[in-house]
């Protein structure tokens, strides 16, 4: 299957600091990415939906100035989250959808996520 | 009313046996439907898309209920490494507007020796 390089996978920092996180499609143009929040034990929740040359789409109670989106080319989207606090401690992944003829049959891809950290 | 909503289980089955899984959808007007495997703190991946007829792959099968708005997998001969939890996915246009992808909170499954 098609594959998504997530990186750093693992992160810890002070709080108050903002972490950048990467997402790339390795062999695949990926036009729409999505960036999903794990804590342990519960579900996936969808943050946002990063659109290359435009703006993100985020979810209902997602802070848009708290973790910035940036979808730069179709191959790489970004997630930075600005001064990071414990509760941002999370599990984050991305995912990229694979092109297909039509949206209907398109599947996701998922990196291998990033766990953040934030003393 | 979830859009996608799954049993949470756990399950907790031993080696060998069959178990099955079920997952439902609000918005008829679906498109397409998968089921994803998530090891703990991994990434989920896919392990199968969901066709009309049913399908199988090994000692998995799935199916899709669109009159009943269901589908399900079923899992035979179940092995320690099956242990993982089981993530029902739906791609569509929901009542939140737009083309999306809905993943299902994810039923646990435990195979035991």
């Known amino acids: 299957g098609a594959v998504v390089s997530q990186h750093p996978s693992w992160v810890i920092c002070k709080s108050g600091t903002s972490v950048k996180i990467e997402c790339r499609s390795l062999d695949f143009q990926a036009t729409t990415m999505f960036w999903y929040r794990q804590f342990p034990k519960q579900s996936l929740m969808l943050m946002a939906t990063s659109n290359e040359g435009s703006k993100a789409t985020y979810e209902q109670g997602v802070e848009k100035d708290k973790f910035l989106i940036n979808h730069a080319s179709l191959t790489l989207s970004t997630l930075t989250v600005t001064s990071a606090h414990p509760e941002d401690s999370s599990f984050y992944i991305c995912s990229a959808r694979s092109p297909t003829p039509g949206q209907g049959m398109a599947i996701q891809y998922f990196g291998a996520g990033t766990r953040l950290s934030v003393l | 009313r979830k859009e996608v909503e799954q049993d949470p289980g756990p399950f907790n089955v031993p080696e060998g046996a069959t178990v099955a899984f079920n997952c439902t959808y609000s918005n008829s007007a679906s498109q397409s439907f998968f089921w994803y495997r998530q090891d703990c703190r991994k990434e989920p991946k896919l ?67």
């Open chain 2, 47 to 113: 392990l199968m898309s969901v066709y009309s007829s049913g399908n199988e792959d090994g000692r998995f099968t799935a199916q899709l209920n669109r009159a009943s708005q269901y589908i399900s997998l079923l899992i035979r001969d179940s092995k320690l490494s099956d242990s993982a939890t089981y993530l029902c996915v739906v791609n569509g246009r929901f009542d939140t507007g737009g083309f999306k992808t809905i993943f299902g909170a994810g039923t646990r499954l435990f195979v035991k020796a």
